[in-house]
């Protein structure tokens, strides 16, 4: 069983809608990272959370630290979102080795 | 402030060359991380390293791997000998501490690596 574990694998949806993106974790944390990676590109952290929720643009992510998992919100989605969501959480005491989920490929359809 | 860079972004190796991967980590950051994405998997973490020392290396294949941070310069991977297997895209990230809750870490575009 993976530490951590995200749902659905794979999403598709008509622009506009709203998305969300669910991730689990079976670990301790002192943080957790929302990564998006665009087909053939690199990584960019979206977010990072230890608590409550954070708000950028359209993306809201949120934690549940007695539950143990997060959630990736997408507003109004649009084609550009289109990319592969990755959870990835930070062990408690280390650094950055993380512990990834094996992502979400979302599709936004025009 | 360029971001972490690494080179090359495409690297073709035949089977039993050598292959080394460099990542030179944002300006200010003395923490780098390798992780590698294997086809159809999960980002993995391989090792954490500082300035001329191996943090963490739990990661790593015990055979034909291994990664330094010199003084001066890029940090390296390299992998010899390199099998089919070795094909994915290797990333790196680096951080200016050793990565408290707060930290944020910034990833390179990375290289992908193709053994023919």
């Known amino acids: 069983k993976n530490e951590v574990e995200q749902s659905p694998q794979n999403l598709t949806a008509q622009e506009g809608e709203f998305i969300t993106i669910n991730c689990s974790y079976s670990v301790g944390i002192s943080a957790l990272h929302w990564l998006q990676q665009h087909p053939g590109g690199g990584i960019v952290s979206l977010f990072m959370?230890?608590?409550g929720k954070k708000k950028h643009g359209r993306l809201i992510a949120t934690i549940n630290i007695q539950e143990k998992h997060s959630s990736l919100h997408i507003t109004a989605s649009h084609p550009r979102d289109s990319a592969v969501y990755i959870c990835a959480v930070r062990p408690p005491g280390g650094g950055n080795q993380f512990y990834f989920g094996t992502g979400t490929s979302l599709t936004v359809i025009p | 402030n360029a971001g972490v860079m690494q080179n090359p972004r495409h690297l073709v190796r035949r089977r039993g060359q050598e292959a080394r991967l460099r990542c030179s980590p944002m300006k200010g950051h003395s923490h780098v991380y390798w992780y590698r994405q294997l086809p159809e998997e999960g980002l993995k973490f391989m090792v954490y390293?500082?300035?001329?020392?191996?943090?963490?290396e739990s990661g790593m294949p015990k055979e034909r791997f291994s990664a330094e941070f010199p003084k001066e310069g890029p940090s390296i991977l390299r992998i010899q000998q390199v099998v089919r297997g070795d094909s994915a895209a290797y990333f790196c990230?680096?951080?200016?501490?050793?990565?408290?809750?707060?930290?944020?870490?910034?990833f390179g575009q990375g290289t992908r690596l193709t053994v023919v």
């Open positions: 959370l230890s608590s």
């Open positions: 990230a680096s951080s200016r501490t050793k990565g408290q809750s707060y930290t944020e870490a910034f």
């Open positions: 390293l500082q300035k001329e020392n191996i943090i963490d």
